[in-house]
C-alpha cells in the first residue's frame, strides 16, 4: 500500500469514532501512532489495518478505562481484556456505592479528625477458598470481591470503607513480610519522610497510579509491610 492510499487524520477519526485531539494525543503517549507521518508536513496518515484498534480504544475510552490498562488490553487475548474489564467492572461498582451512599446519607463534608487511619490489612493463607469460606461465615453481610482478593466493607472515598485482603504471600510477592495494611494520610509526602526519619526502610517513593490514590510503600523496623495512600 503506498502513501495514497492512507487515510487522513480527518478521515480516520470519522471511521473510528476518535477525536482528532484525541489522535494526537494518543500519538504523542505512544498509545495508537500514525502508521506515517509526512515529514515536511507533519500530517498524520493511518493505515486501515489501524482501524480495529482504534476502535476498541474508542469503545474503552467510553467507559472511562484507564490509559495503562488500554494500553495492555489493545495487545491481549480475549481472554486477558475479560480480565481487565472485570477489575474495570468492580472499580465502577464501587464508585455506585460511593454514589448511592452520598444519596442515603449526604455527601460528608467535615474535615476528618484523624490525620490518618488503617483502610486495609492482607493476611496470610494457605488455601484462599478455604479462608474464604471461613470469614463468608462470619461476615455474612460483607462482599467479597474475587478480583482483589478481597472483602469489601462501605463504599470507596467514605469514613466506611476497608478492606480484608486474603493472599498466598501477605505481600503480593514479597515473602517474609509479618503483616502488610495500607493506611490512608492527609500529606502523603510529609507522612512518608516521616516513616523514613522514624526507621522505616523505603520500598517505592510516592507514586501516581490509573487505579488507586498515589501511594508509597516501606517497612517499618520490624519488617512489616504499610502502603502510604493519599486521602
Not at 68 to 97: F, G, K, Q, S
Not at 173 to 184: E, I, M
Amino acid at each position: 500500500m503506498g502513501n495514497d492510499d492512507l487515510m487522513t487524520i480527518g478521515s480516520f477519526s470519522f471511521r473510528t469514532g476518535l477525536s482528532i485531539p484525541a489522535l494526537r494525543h494518543y500519538d504523542e503517549i505512544d498509545l495508537l501512532r500514525p502508521w506515517y507521518v509526512d515529514p515536511s508536513t507533519g500530517y498524520r496518515r493511518y493505515h486501515p489495518d489501524q482501524v480495529r484498534t482504534a476502535r476498541l480504544i474508542c469503545r474503552m475510552r467510553s467507559i472511562d478505562l484507564p490509559i495503562d490498562e488500554i494500553r495492555d488490553a489493545i495487545h491481549a487475548d480475549d481472554a486477558a481484556i475479560e480480565r481487565v474489564l472485570a477489575r474495570h467492572h468492580d472499580r465502577l461498582l464501587n464508585r455506585a456505592r460511593a454514589v448511592n451512599e452520598y444519596l442515603e446519607k449526604g455527601v460528608p463534608m467535615q474535615e476528618s479528625t484523624a490525620a490518618a487511619r488503617p483502610v486495609q490489612i492482607t493476611i496470610h493463607a494457605d488455601d484462599i477458598p478455604k479462608a474464604v469460606e471461613f470469614y463468608s461465615a462470619i461476615l455474612p453481610d460483607v462482599e467479597y470481591n474475587e478480583s482483589i482478593t478481597s472483602f469489601t466493607f462501605g463504599a470507596w472515598d467514605t469514613d466506611s470503607f476497608f478492606l480484608l485482603t486474603i493472599e498466598q504471600q501477605c505481600d503480593s510477592g514479597y515473602p517474609g513480610k509479618r503483616t502488610c495494611f495500607t493506611l490512608w494520610v492527609d500529606d502523603l509526602d510529609t507522612a512518608h519522610q516521616a516513616a523514613l526519619d522514624a526507621g522505616a526502610t523505603e520500598v517505592h517513593p510516592p507514586k501516581e497510579f490509573e487505579w488507586k490514590p498515589r501511594t508509597s510503600i516501606v517497612d517499618d523496623p520490624s519488617g512489616n509491610r504499610i502502603a502510604l495512600s493519599q486521602r
